[in-house]
């Protein structure tokens, strides 16, 4: 009512609240059906804030400043009532408020999503400097420079932050990657809003090479047909131009519910000690909860496959091709490792976890998360005319987590055990699986706001790849999700044409800001 007549400013409010002192006579209890009854005062200002009629940060100021300036009001007004109708008229007073505070609380996202798409173009503008640093890993170029690009911008939204360059004995010591150079800095930025809890946000800034096939340059965003293209867009700079914006929403239209750590590391893609993995070794990773965005959009992950990989190096003896017979050709007997190998693979990847598997992997008839054993990699011989004495190939093994990691190690090593060939074998542990319990308060937390944003109830599911997320798990104990942006198949992460739809990076925006928001 008061607001179809015009009263949506202010000024109405203050008149209501400063009633001259001649009115009390006339008007007596009905000043408080001005303020509480339908389509009154109260009701004015939630009208117009769901016709979007204020500007951000509105929702906020109706529960923070109106709704205590009326209450007090209708406090004042219940004192003057005769004590046989004040307990009705105060019941009816408390049931408007909590109504009232009930439909704040919805409005308050539908402010903050008005928001969010009006910052779409600031979101593009974002993605399209994070997609033009070439991060590639290997080698690891441009780490400094998109870290300096972030620093400002994480700066002006209230946080400290902090660049962490790995110590080069650390690197040394723990990557091993050929053809990693360079410093390997990382970000981490910190937001204290005085909250008793802290929410961990972790993404990776490295991509890996572009390769072949694309339709237009790698590293320029391109927009067309509702889609954004470009390496990285998917994995995972989408979700890191989706964080920036969400974290302007809660500032302009809300408040954060806990301190926020955000941290954006490097070298993920290379498989190894990832900038994670050294935060982690070193502390760096505190929080109550944690969120991973190195995923996709297609579930809420809550468990992985570990991975091991191996390496077979088998000898043979040199000679001429024309005398090969006086050799011993090490490709050859590599086979007959690769075949063991080959057996062993049908009878681990005839296993299955108990973890449902992600709903893009339907279609293939995957319902349960798997374990795989990859032959991968293969080398041997230097010239078509000399009998190879070297052939080295190399593979991972992907564990569920029922698994361990040392059970599955160990298998690989007695399959080929008792083979008659020359073979030195080695395996490497990486990230351990990982799954966190279904039942977890974070994780319904987690599917609440996504269901906010999306307006489809999530679907839990496990991983078959493995994350350095997992890493963290395993050391702090940290209850953590995964939920990132793009989708496993169709945004071609690693792929050519990699793209996300303009619908899911907006999504994921509103996702990210809802959860933070609480």
């Not at 100021?61 to 004042?76: G, H, N, R, S, T």
Request: glycine share 8%; net charge negative; proline share 4%.
């Amino acid at each position: 009512m008061y607001g179809g007549m015009g009263f949506e400013t202010d000024t109405f409010l203050e008149i209501c609240l400063e009633l001259p002192e001649r009115h009390k006579v006339e008007l007596g209890p009905r000043r408080l059906d001005v303020i509480v009854r339908e389509g009154g005062i109260l009701d004015a200002h939630l009208e117009n804030l769901r016709k979007g009629r204020y500007g951000s940060g509105r929702a906020n100021y109706i529960e923070d400043v109106v709704f205590p300036k009326l209450e007090e009001k209708c406090l004042d007004i219940l004192e003057e009532l005769p004590p046989e109708s004040r307990s009705f008229r105060d019941a009816q007073v408390r049931e408007a408020f909590n109504r009232a505070r009930d439909s704040i609380n919805m409005l308050r996202y539908m402010e903050l999503y008005r928001y969010l798409d009006s910052k779409t173009p600031e979101m593009l503008e974002i993605l399209r400097d994070l997609v033009g640093f070439e991060t590639v890993a290997p080698p690891g170029d441009n780490y400094h420079e998109i870290v300096d690009y972030l620093i400002p911008i994480f700066r002006d939204l209230g946080f400290e932050t902090e660049k962490v360059v790995m110590p080069q004995e650390i690197f040394d010591q723990r990557c091993g990657v050929a053809g990693l150079v360079g410093d390997r800095a990382n970000l981490r930025a910190r937001l204290d809003v005085e909250a008793e809890e802290t929410l961990v946000i972790y993404t990776h800034l490295d991509v890996v090479p572009a390769g072949e096939g694309w339709s237009s340059d790698p590293f320029v965003l391109d927009v067309r047909d509702g889609r954004v293209y470009g390496r990285g867009v998917a994995d995972s700079k989408g979700a890191v131009a989706a964080l920036i914006v969400a974290l302007g929403a809660v500032r302009a239209c809300g408040r954060h519910r806990r301190n926020l750590e955000v941290l954006l590391t490097t070298d993920e893609e290379v498989g190894g000690y990832s900038g994670l993995c050294y935060f982690t070794d070193e502390g760096l990773v505190k929080g109550d909860f944690m969120l991973c965005m190195d995923s996709f959009s297609d579930d809420i992950i809550i468990g992985c496959n570990g991975i091991i990989t191996w390496q077979a190096t088998v000898r043979g003896k040199s000679v001429h091709s024309g005398a090969s017979f006086l050799g011993e050709n090490a490709i050859e007997k590599a086979m007959v490792v690769i075949e063991a190998l080959l057996d062993l693979k049908k009878k681990v990847e005839a296993r299955r976890s108990t973890l449902r598997a992600s709903s893009e992997l339907a279609a293939y008839g995957l319902d349960r998360v798997r374990p795989m054993l990859n032959v991968s990699v293969i080398h041997g011989g230097f010239k078509e005319n000399i009998v190879p004495d070297k052939c080295v190939v190399r593979g991972d093994r992907r564990v569920i987590s029922e698994e361990r990691m040392e059970d599955a190690a160990a298998e690989m090593e007695r399959a080929v055990a008792d083979l008659d060939v020359d073979l030195e074998w080695r395996s490497w542990m990486g990230y351990p699986p990982m799954r966190i319990d279904p039942e977890h308060p974070w994780v319904a937390e987690v599917s609440e706001a996504l269901e906010k944003a999306s307006g489809k109830k999530p679907r839990l599911a496990g991983a078959q790849y493995s994350l350095d997320q997992a890493y963290v798990v395993d050391v702090t104990g940290i209850p953590s999700c995964v939920y990132g942006v793009g989708r496993q198949t169709d945004s071609n992460p690693h792929g050519s044409d990699e793209n996300v739809t303009l619908e899911d990076l907006a999504i994921y925006a509103q996702f990210l800001a809802s959860l933070m928001m609480g």
